[in-house]
Structures are given as C-alpha cells and as structure tokens.
C-alpha cells in the first residue's frame, strides 16, 4: 500500500457556477472530499490579505472561508466540543 497522496487530477470534479444565472461561467470547485453524509469541496482563496482555505458544501452551495487562526482553533478544539459540531441536530437543521 503506497502512502503517496493522489495527483491533483484524480477524484471527482464538480464545477461551481459564480452566480444563479446558468449560462455565467463555471470555475472548478478544488479537491473534493466526500462520504456517505456530506460532499465539499476545498481550495486556497488568495483573493483577501492572507491566504484562506475555501470550503463549500456541494450540496447547499453553503461557502466557509477559515484563516490560520481559524484553522488552528479546530485542531486544538477537545473532543466533546468537536462532537457537538458534528451534531446536525445542532445547527444543521434548526429552520
């Protein structure tokens, strides 16, 4: 078993149009990371001060911009806490 990450071009792709109109252009979506409960798509936005992580839910179009601190904050985030934001009862589904 090879632990080599996969070439950029391997996976699936989606494209994201950059507004409602079907006929506006479409950019690629980045890497996408999908399971059996959810489907995103990650990639760098370089367009702000500092570098972000763009993450979109590819099934709502739902879009989260995370900085370094950001970041940061979810990997020191203790387990109970990380349990609650995987709740979707939490705030997913709330009207």
């Known amino acids: 078993m090879s632990d080599a990450s996969p ?5 699936p ?4 149009h950059l507004d ?8 690629p979506a980045g890497q996408v990371v999908e399971s ?3 489907s995103i798509a990650v990639r760098l936005d ?6 972000r992580l763009r993450v979109e839910d590819l ?16 990997v020191w985030l203790g387990d109970g ?11 997913r589904w709330r009207g």
């Open 7 to 11: 070439a950029p071009d391997e996976g």
């Open 13 to 16: 792709h989606h494209a994201v």
């Open 20 to 27: 409602d109109d079907p006929g506006a252009a479409t950019v």
């Open 36 to 38: 059996e409960f959810a």
């Open 46 to 51: 370089r367009q702000g001060n500092s570098v």
């Open 59 to 74: 099934r709502t179009g739902r879009v989260r911009l995370l900085d370094a601190l950001e970041l940061e904050s979810i």
């Open 81 to 91: 806490h990380l349990t609650q934001l995987l709740d979707p009862s939490h705030e």
